[in-house]
């Protein structure tokens, strides 16, 4: 098995393929001040298999198309759907978040939870806010970092990883440079990491290895997973992601 099924093997059978928690996304929700009851289309780009899509569908009168440019992924958030009975609410696509198919203004609301840094922080700003009809709504989070001076080796860390982790600041400054106005931010507390995230991840490496024979490819994921968890639990007080919600205003 190559390092990408590794990585969905890992990973699909979680609630959440990142950090996050259904109460963060509804706090994000808040702060959009978007009315529940009228009809809206929205994109949920990096979907995975998806938490905040369903959470979405649950709480607006809402169209949603769930991206993620894993299939897999996208098999699972459907039986979720179907269980929940919201698939009537949500459509999959499977595809890359640098080549969409939409139509220029044909979205309410471009949600995305921990994934935009796949394709960059301001590439996807300036390249999703034309989809966003005139003062759509664009809610993502980000890596970023809440200490203006973080140690040495966290630093280089996520350099390294992410080179374009930033302050809160300097990522409102992006969204206002790139035709948004700011409605609101917060930062995702820290057992959305802990609890919701790196535990049942952790939880899971012992089948995880045993499915895959203890390769050396598995052990290396899992030993990479590792290493980012014991740096977060030094260094949880310099960064979590920022969840950035903002209005298209030009
Ligand atoms: N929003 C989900 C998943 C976050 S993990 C949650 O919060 O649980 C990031 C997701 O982005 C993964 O599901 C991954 O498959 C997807 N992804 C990564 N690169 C992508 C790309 N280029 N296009 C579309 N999806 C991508």
Request: proline share 4%.
């Amino acid at each position: 098995m190559d390092e990408l099924q590794l990585l969905i093997d890992l990973h699909k059978h979680a609630q959440r393929q990142g950090p996050g928690a259904d109460a963060e996304t509804l706090r994000a929700l808040d702060l959009t001040r978007l009315d529940r009851t009228t009809p809206l289309k929205i994109a949920d780009i990096g979907c995975g298999t998806g938490a905040s899509t369903l959470m979405l569908a649950q709480h607006l009168n809402a169209e949603i198309t769930a991206v993620d440019f894993l299939q897999e992924f996208l098999d699972i958030l459907n039986d979720r759907a179907a269980s929940l009975e919201l698939q009537d609410k949500i459509t999959p696509l499977c595809c890359s978040m640098d080549n969409l198919p939409f139509e220029a203004q044909e979205y309410d609301v471009i949600w995305s939870e921990g994934a935009i840094y796949n394709i960059g922080f301001a590439q996807g700003i300036k390249e999703w806010k034309r989809y966003l009809k005139k003062e759509g709504i664009m809610a993502v989070s980000e890596i970023t970092w809440t200490s203006a001076s973080p140690p040495e080796e966290i630093r280089q860390h996520w350099e390294s990883e992410y080179p374009e982790i930033d302050t809160a600041s300097s990522k409102f400054a992006i969204l206002e440079q790139s035709g948004f106005s700011a409605l609101g931010y917060f930062v995702l507390p820290e057992y959305c990491w802990l609890e919701n995230y790196y535990r049942p991840l952790q939880n899971s490496f012992k089948d995880f290895l045993a499915r895959n024979g203890d390769s050396k490819e598995a052990r290396a994921i899992v030993e990479a997973e590792e290493r980012e968890i014991e740096l977060h639990e030094k260094y949880s007080n310099c960064y979590s992601y920022g969840v950035y919600i903002a209005r298209k205003v030009e």
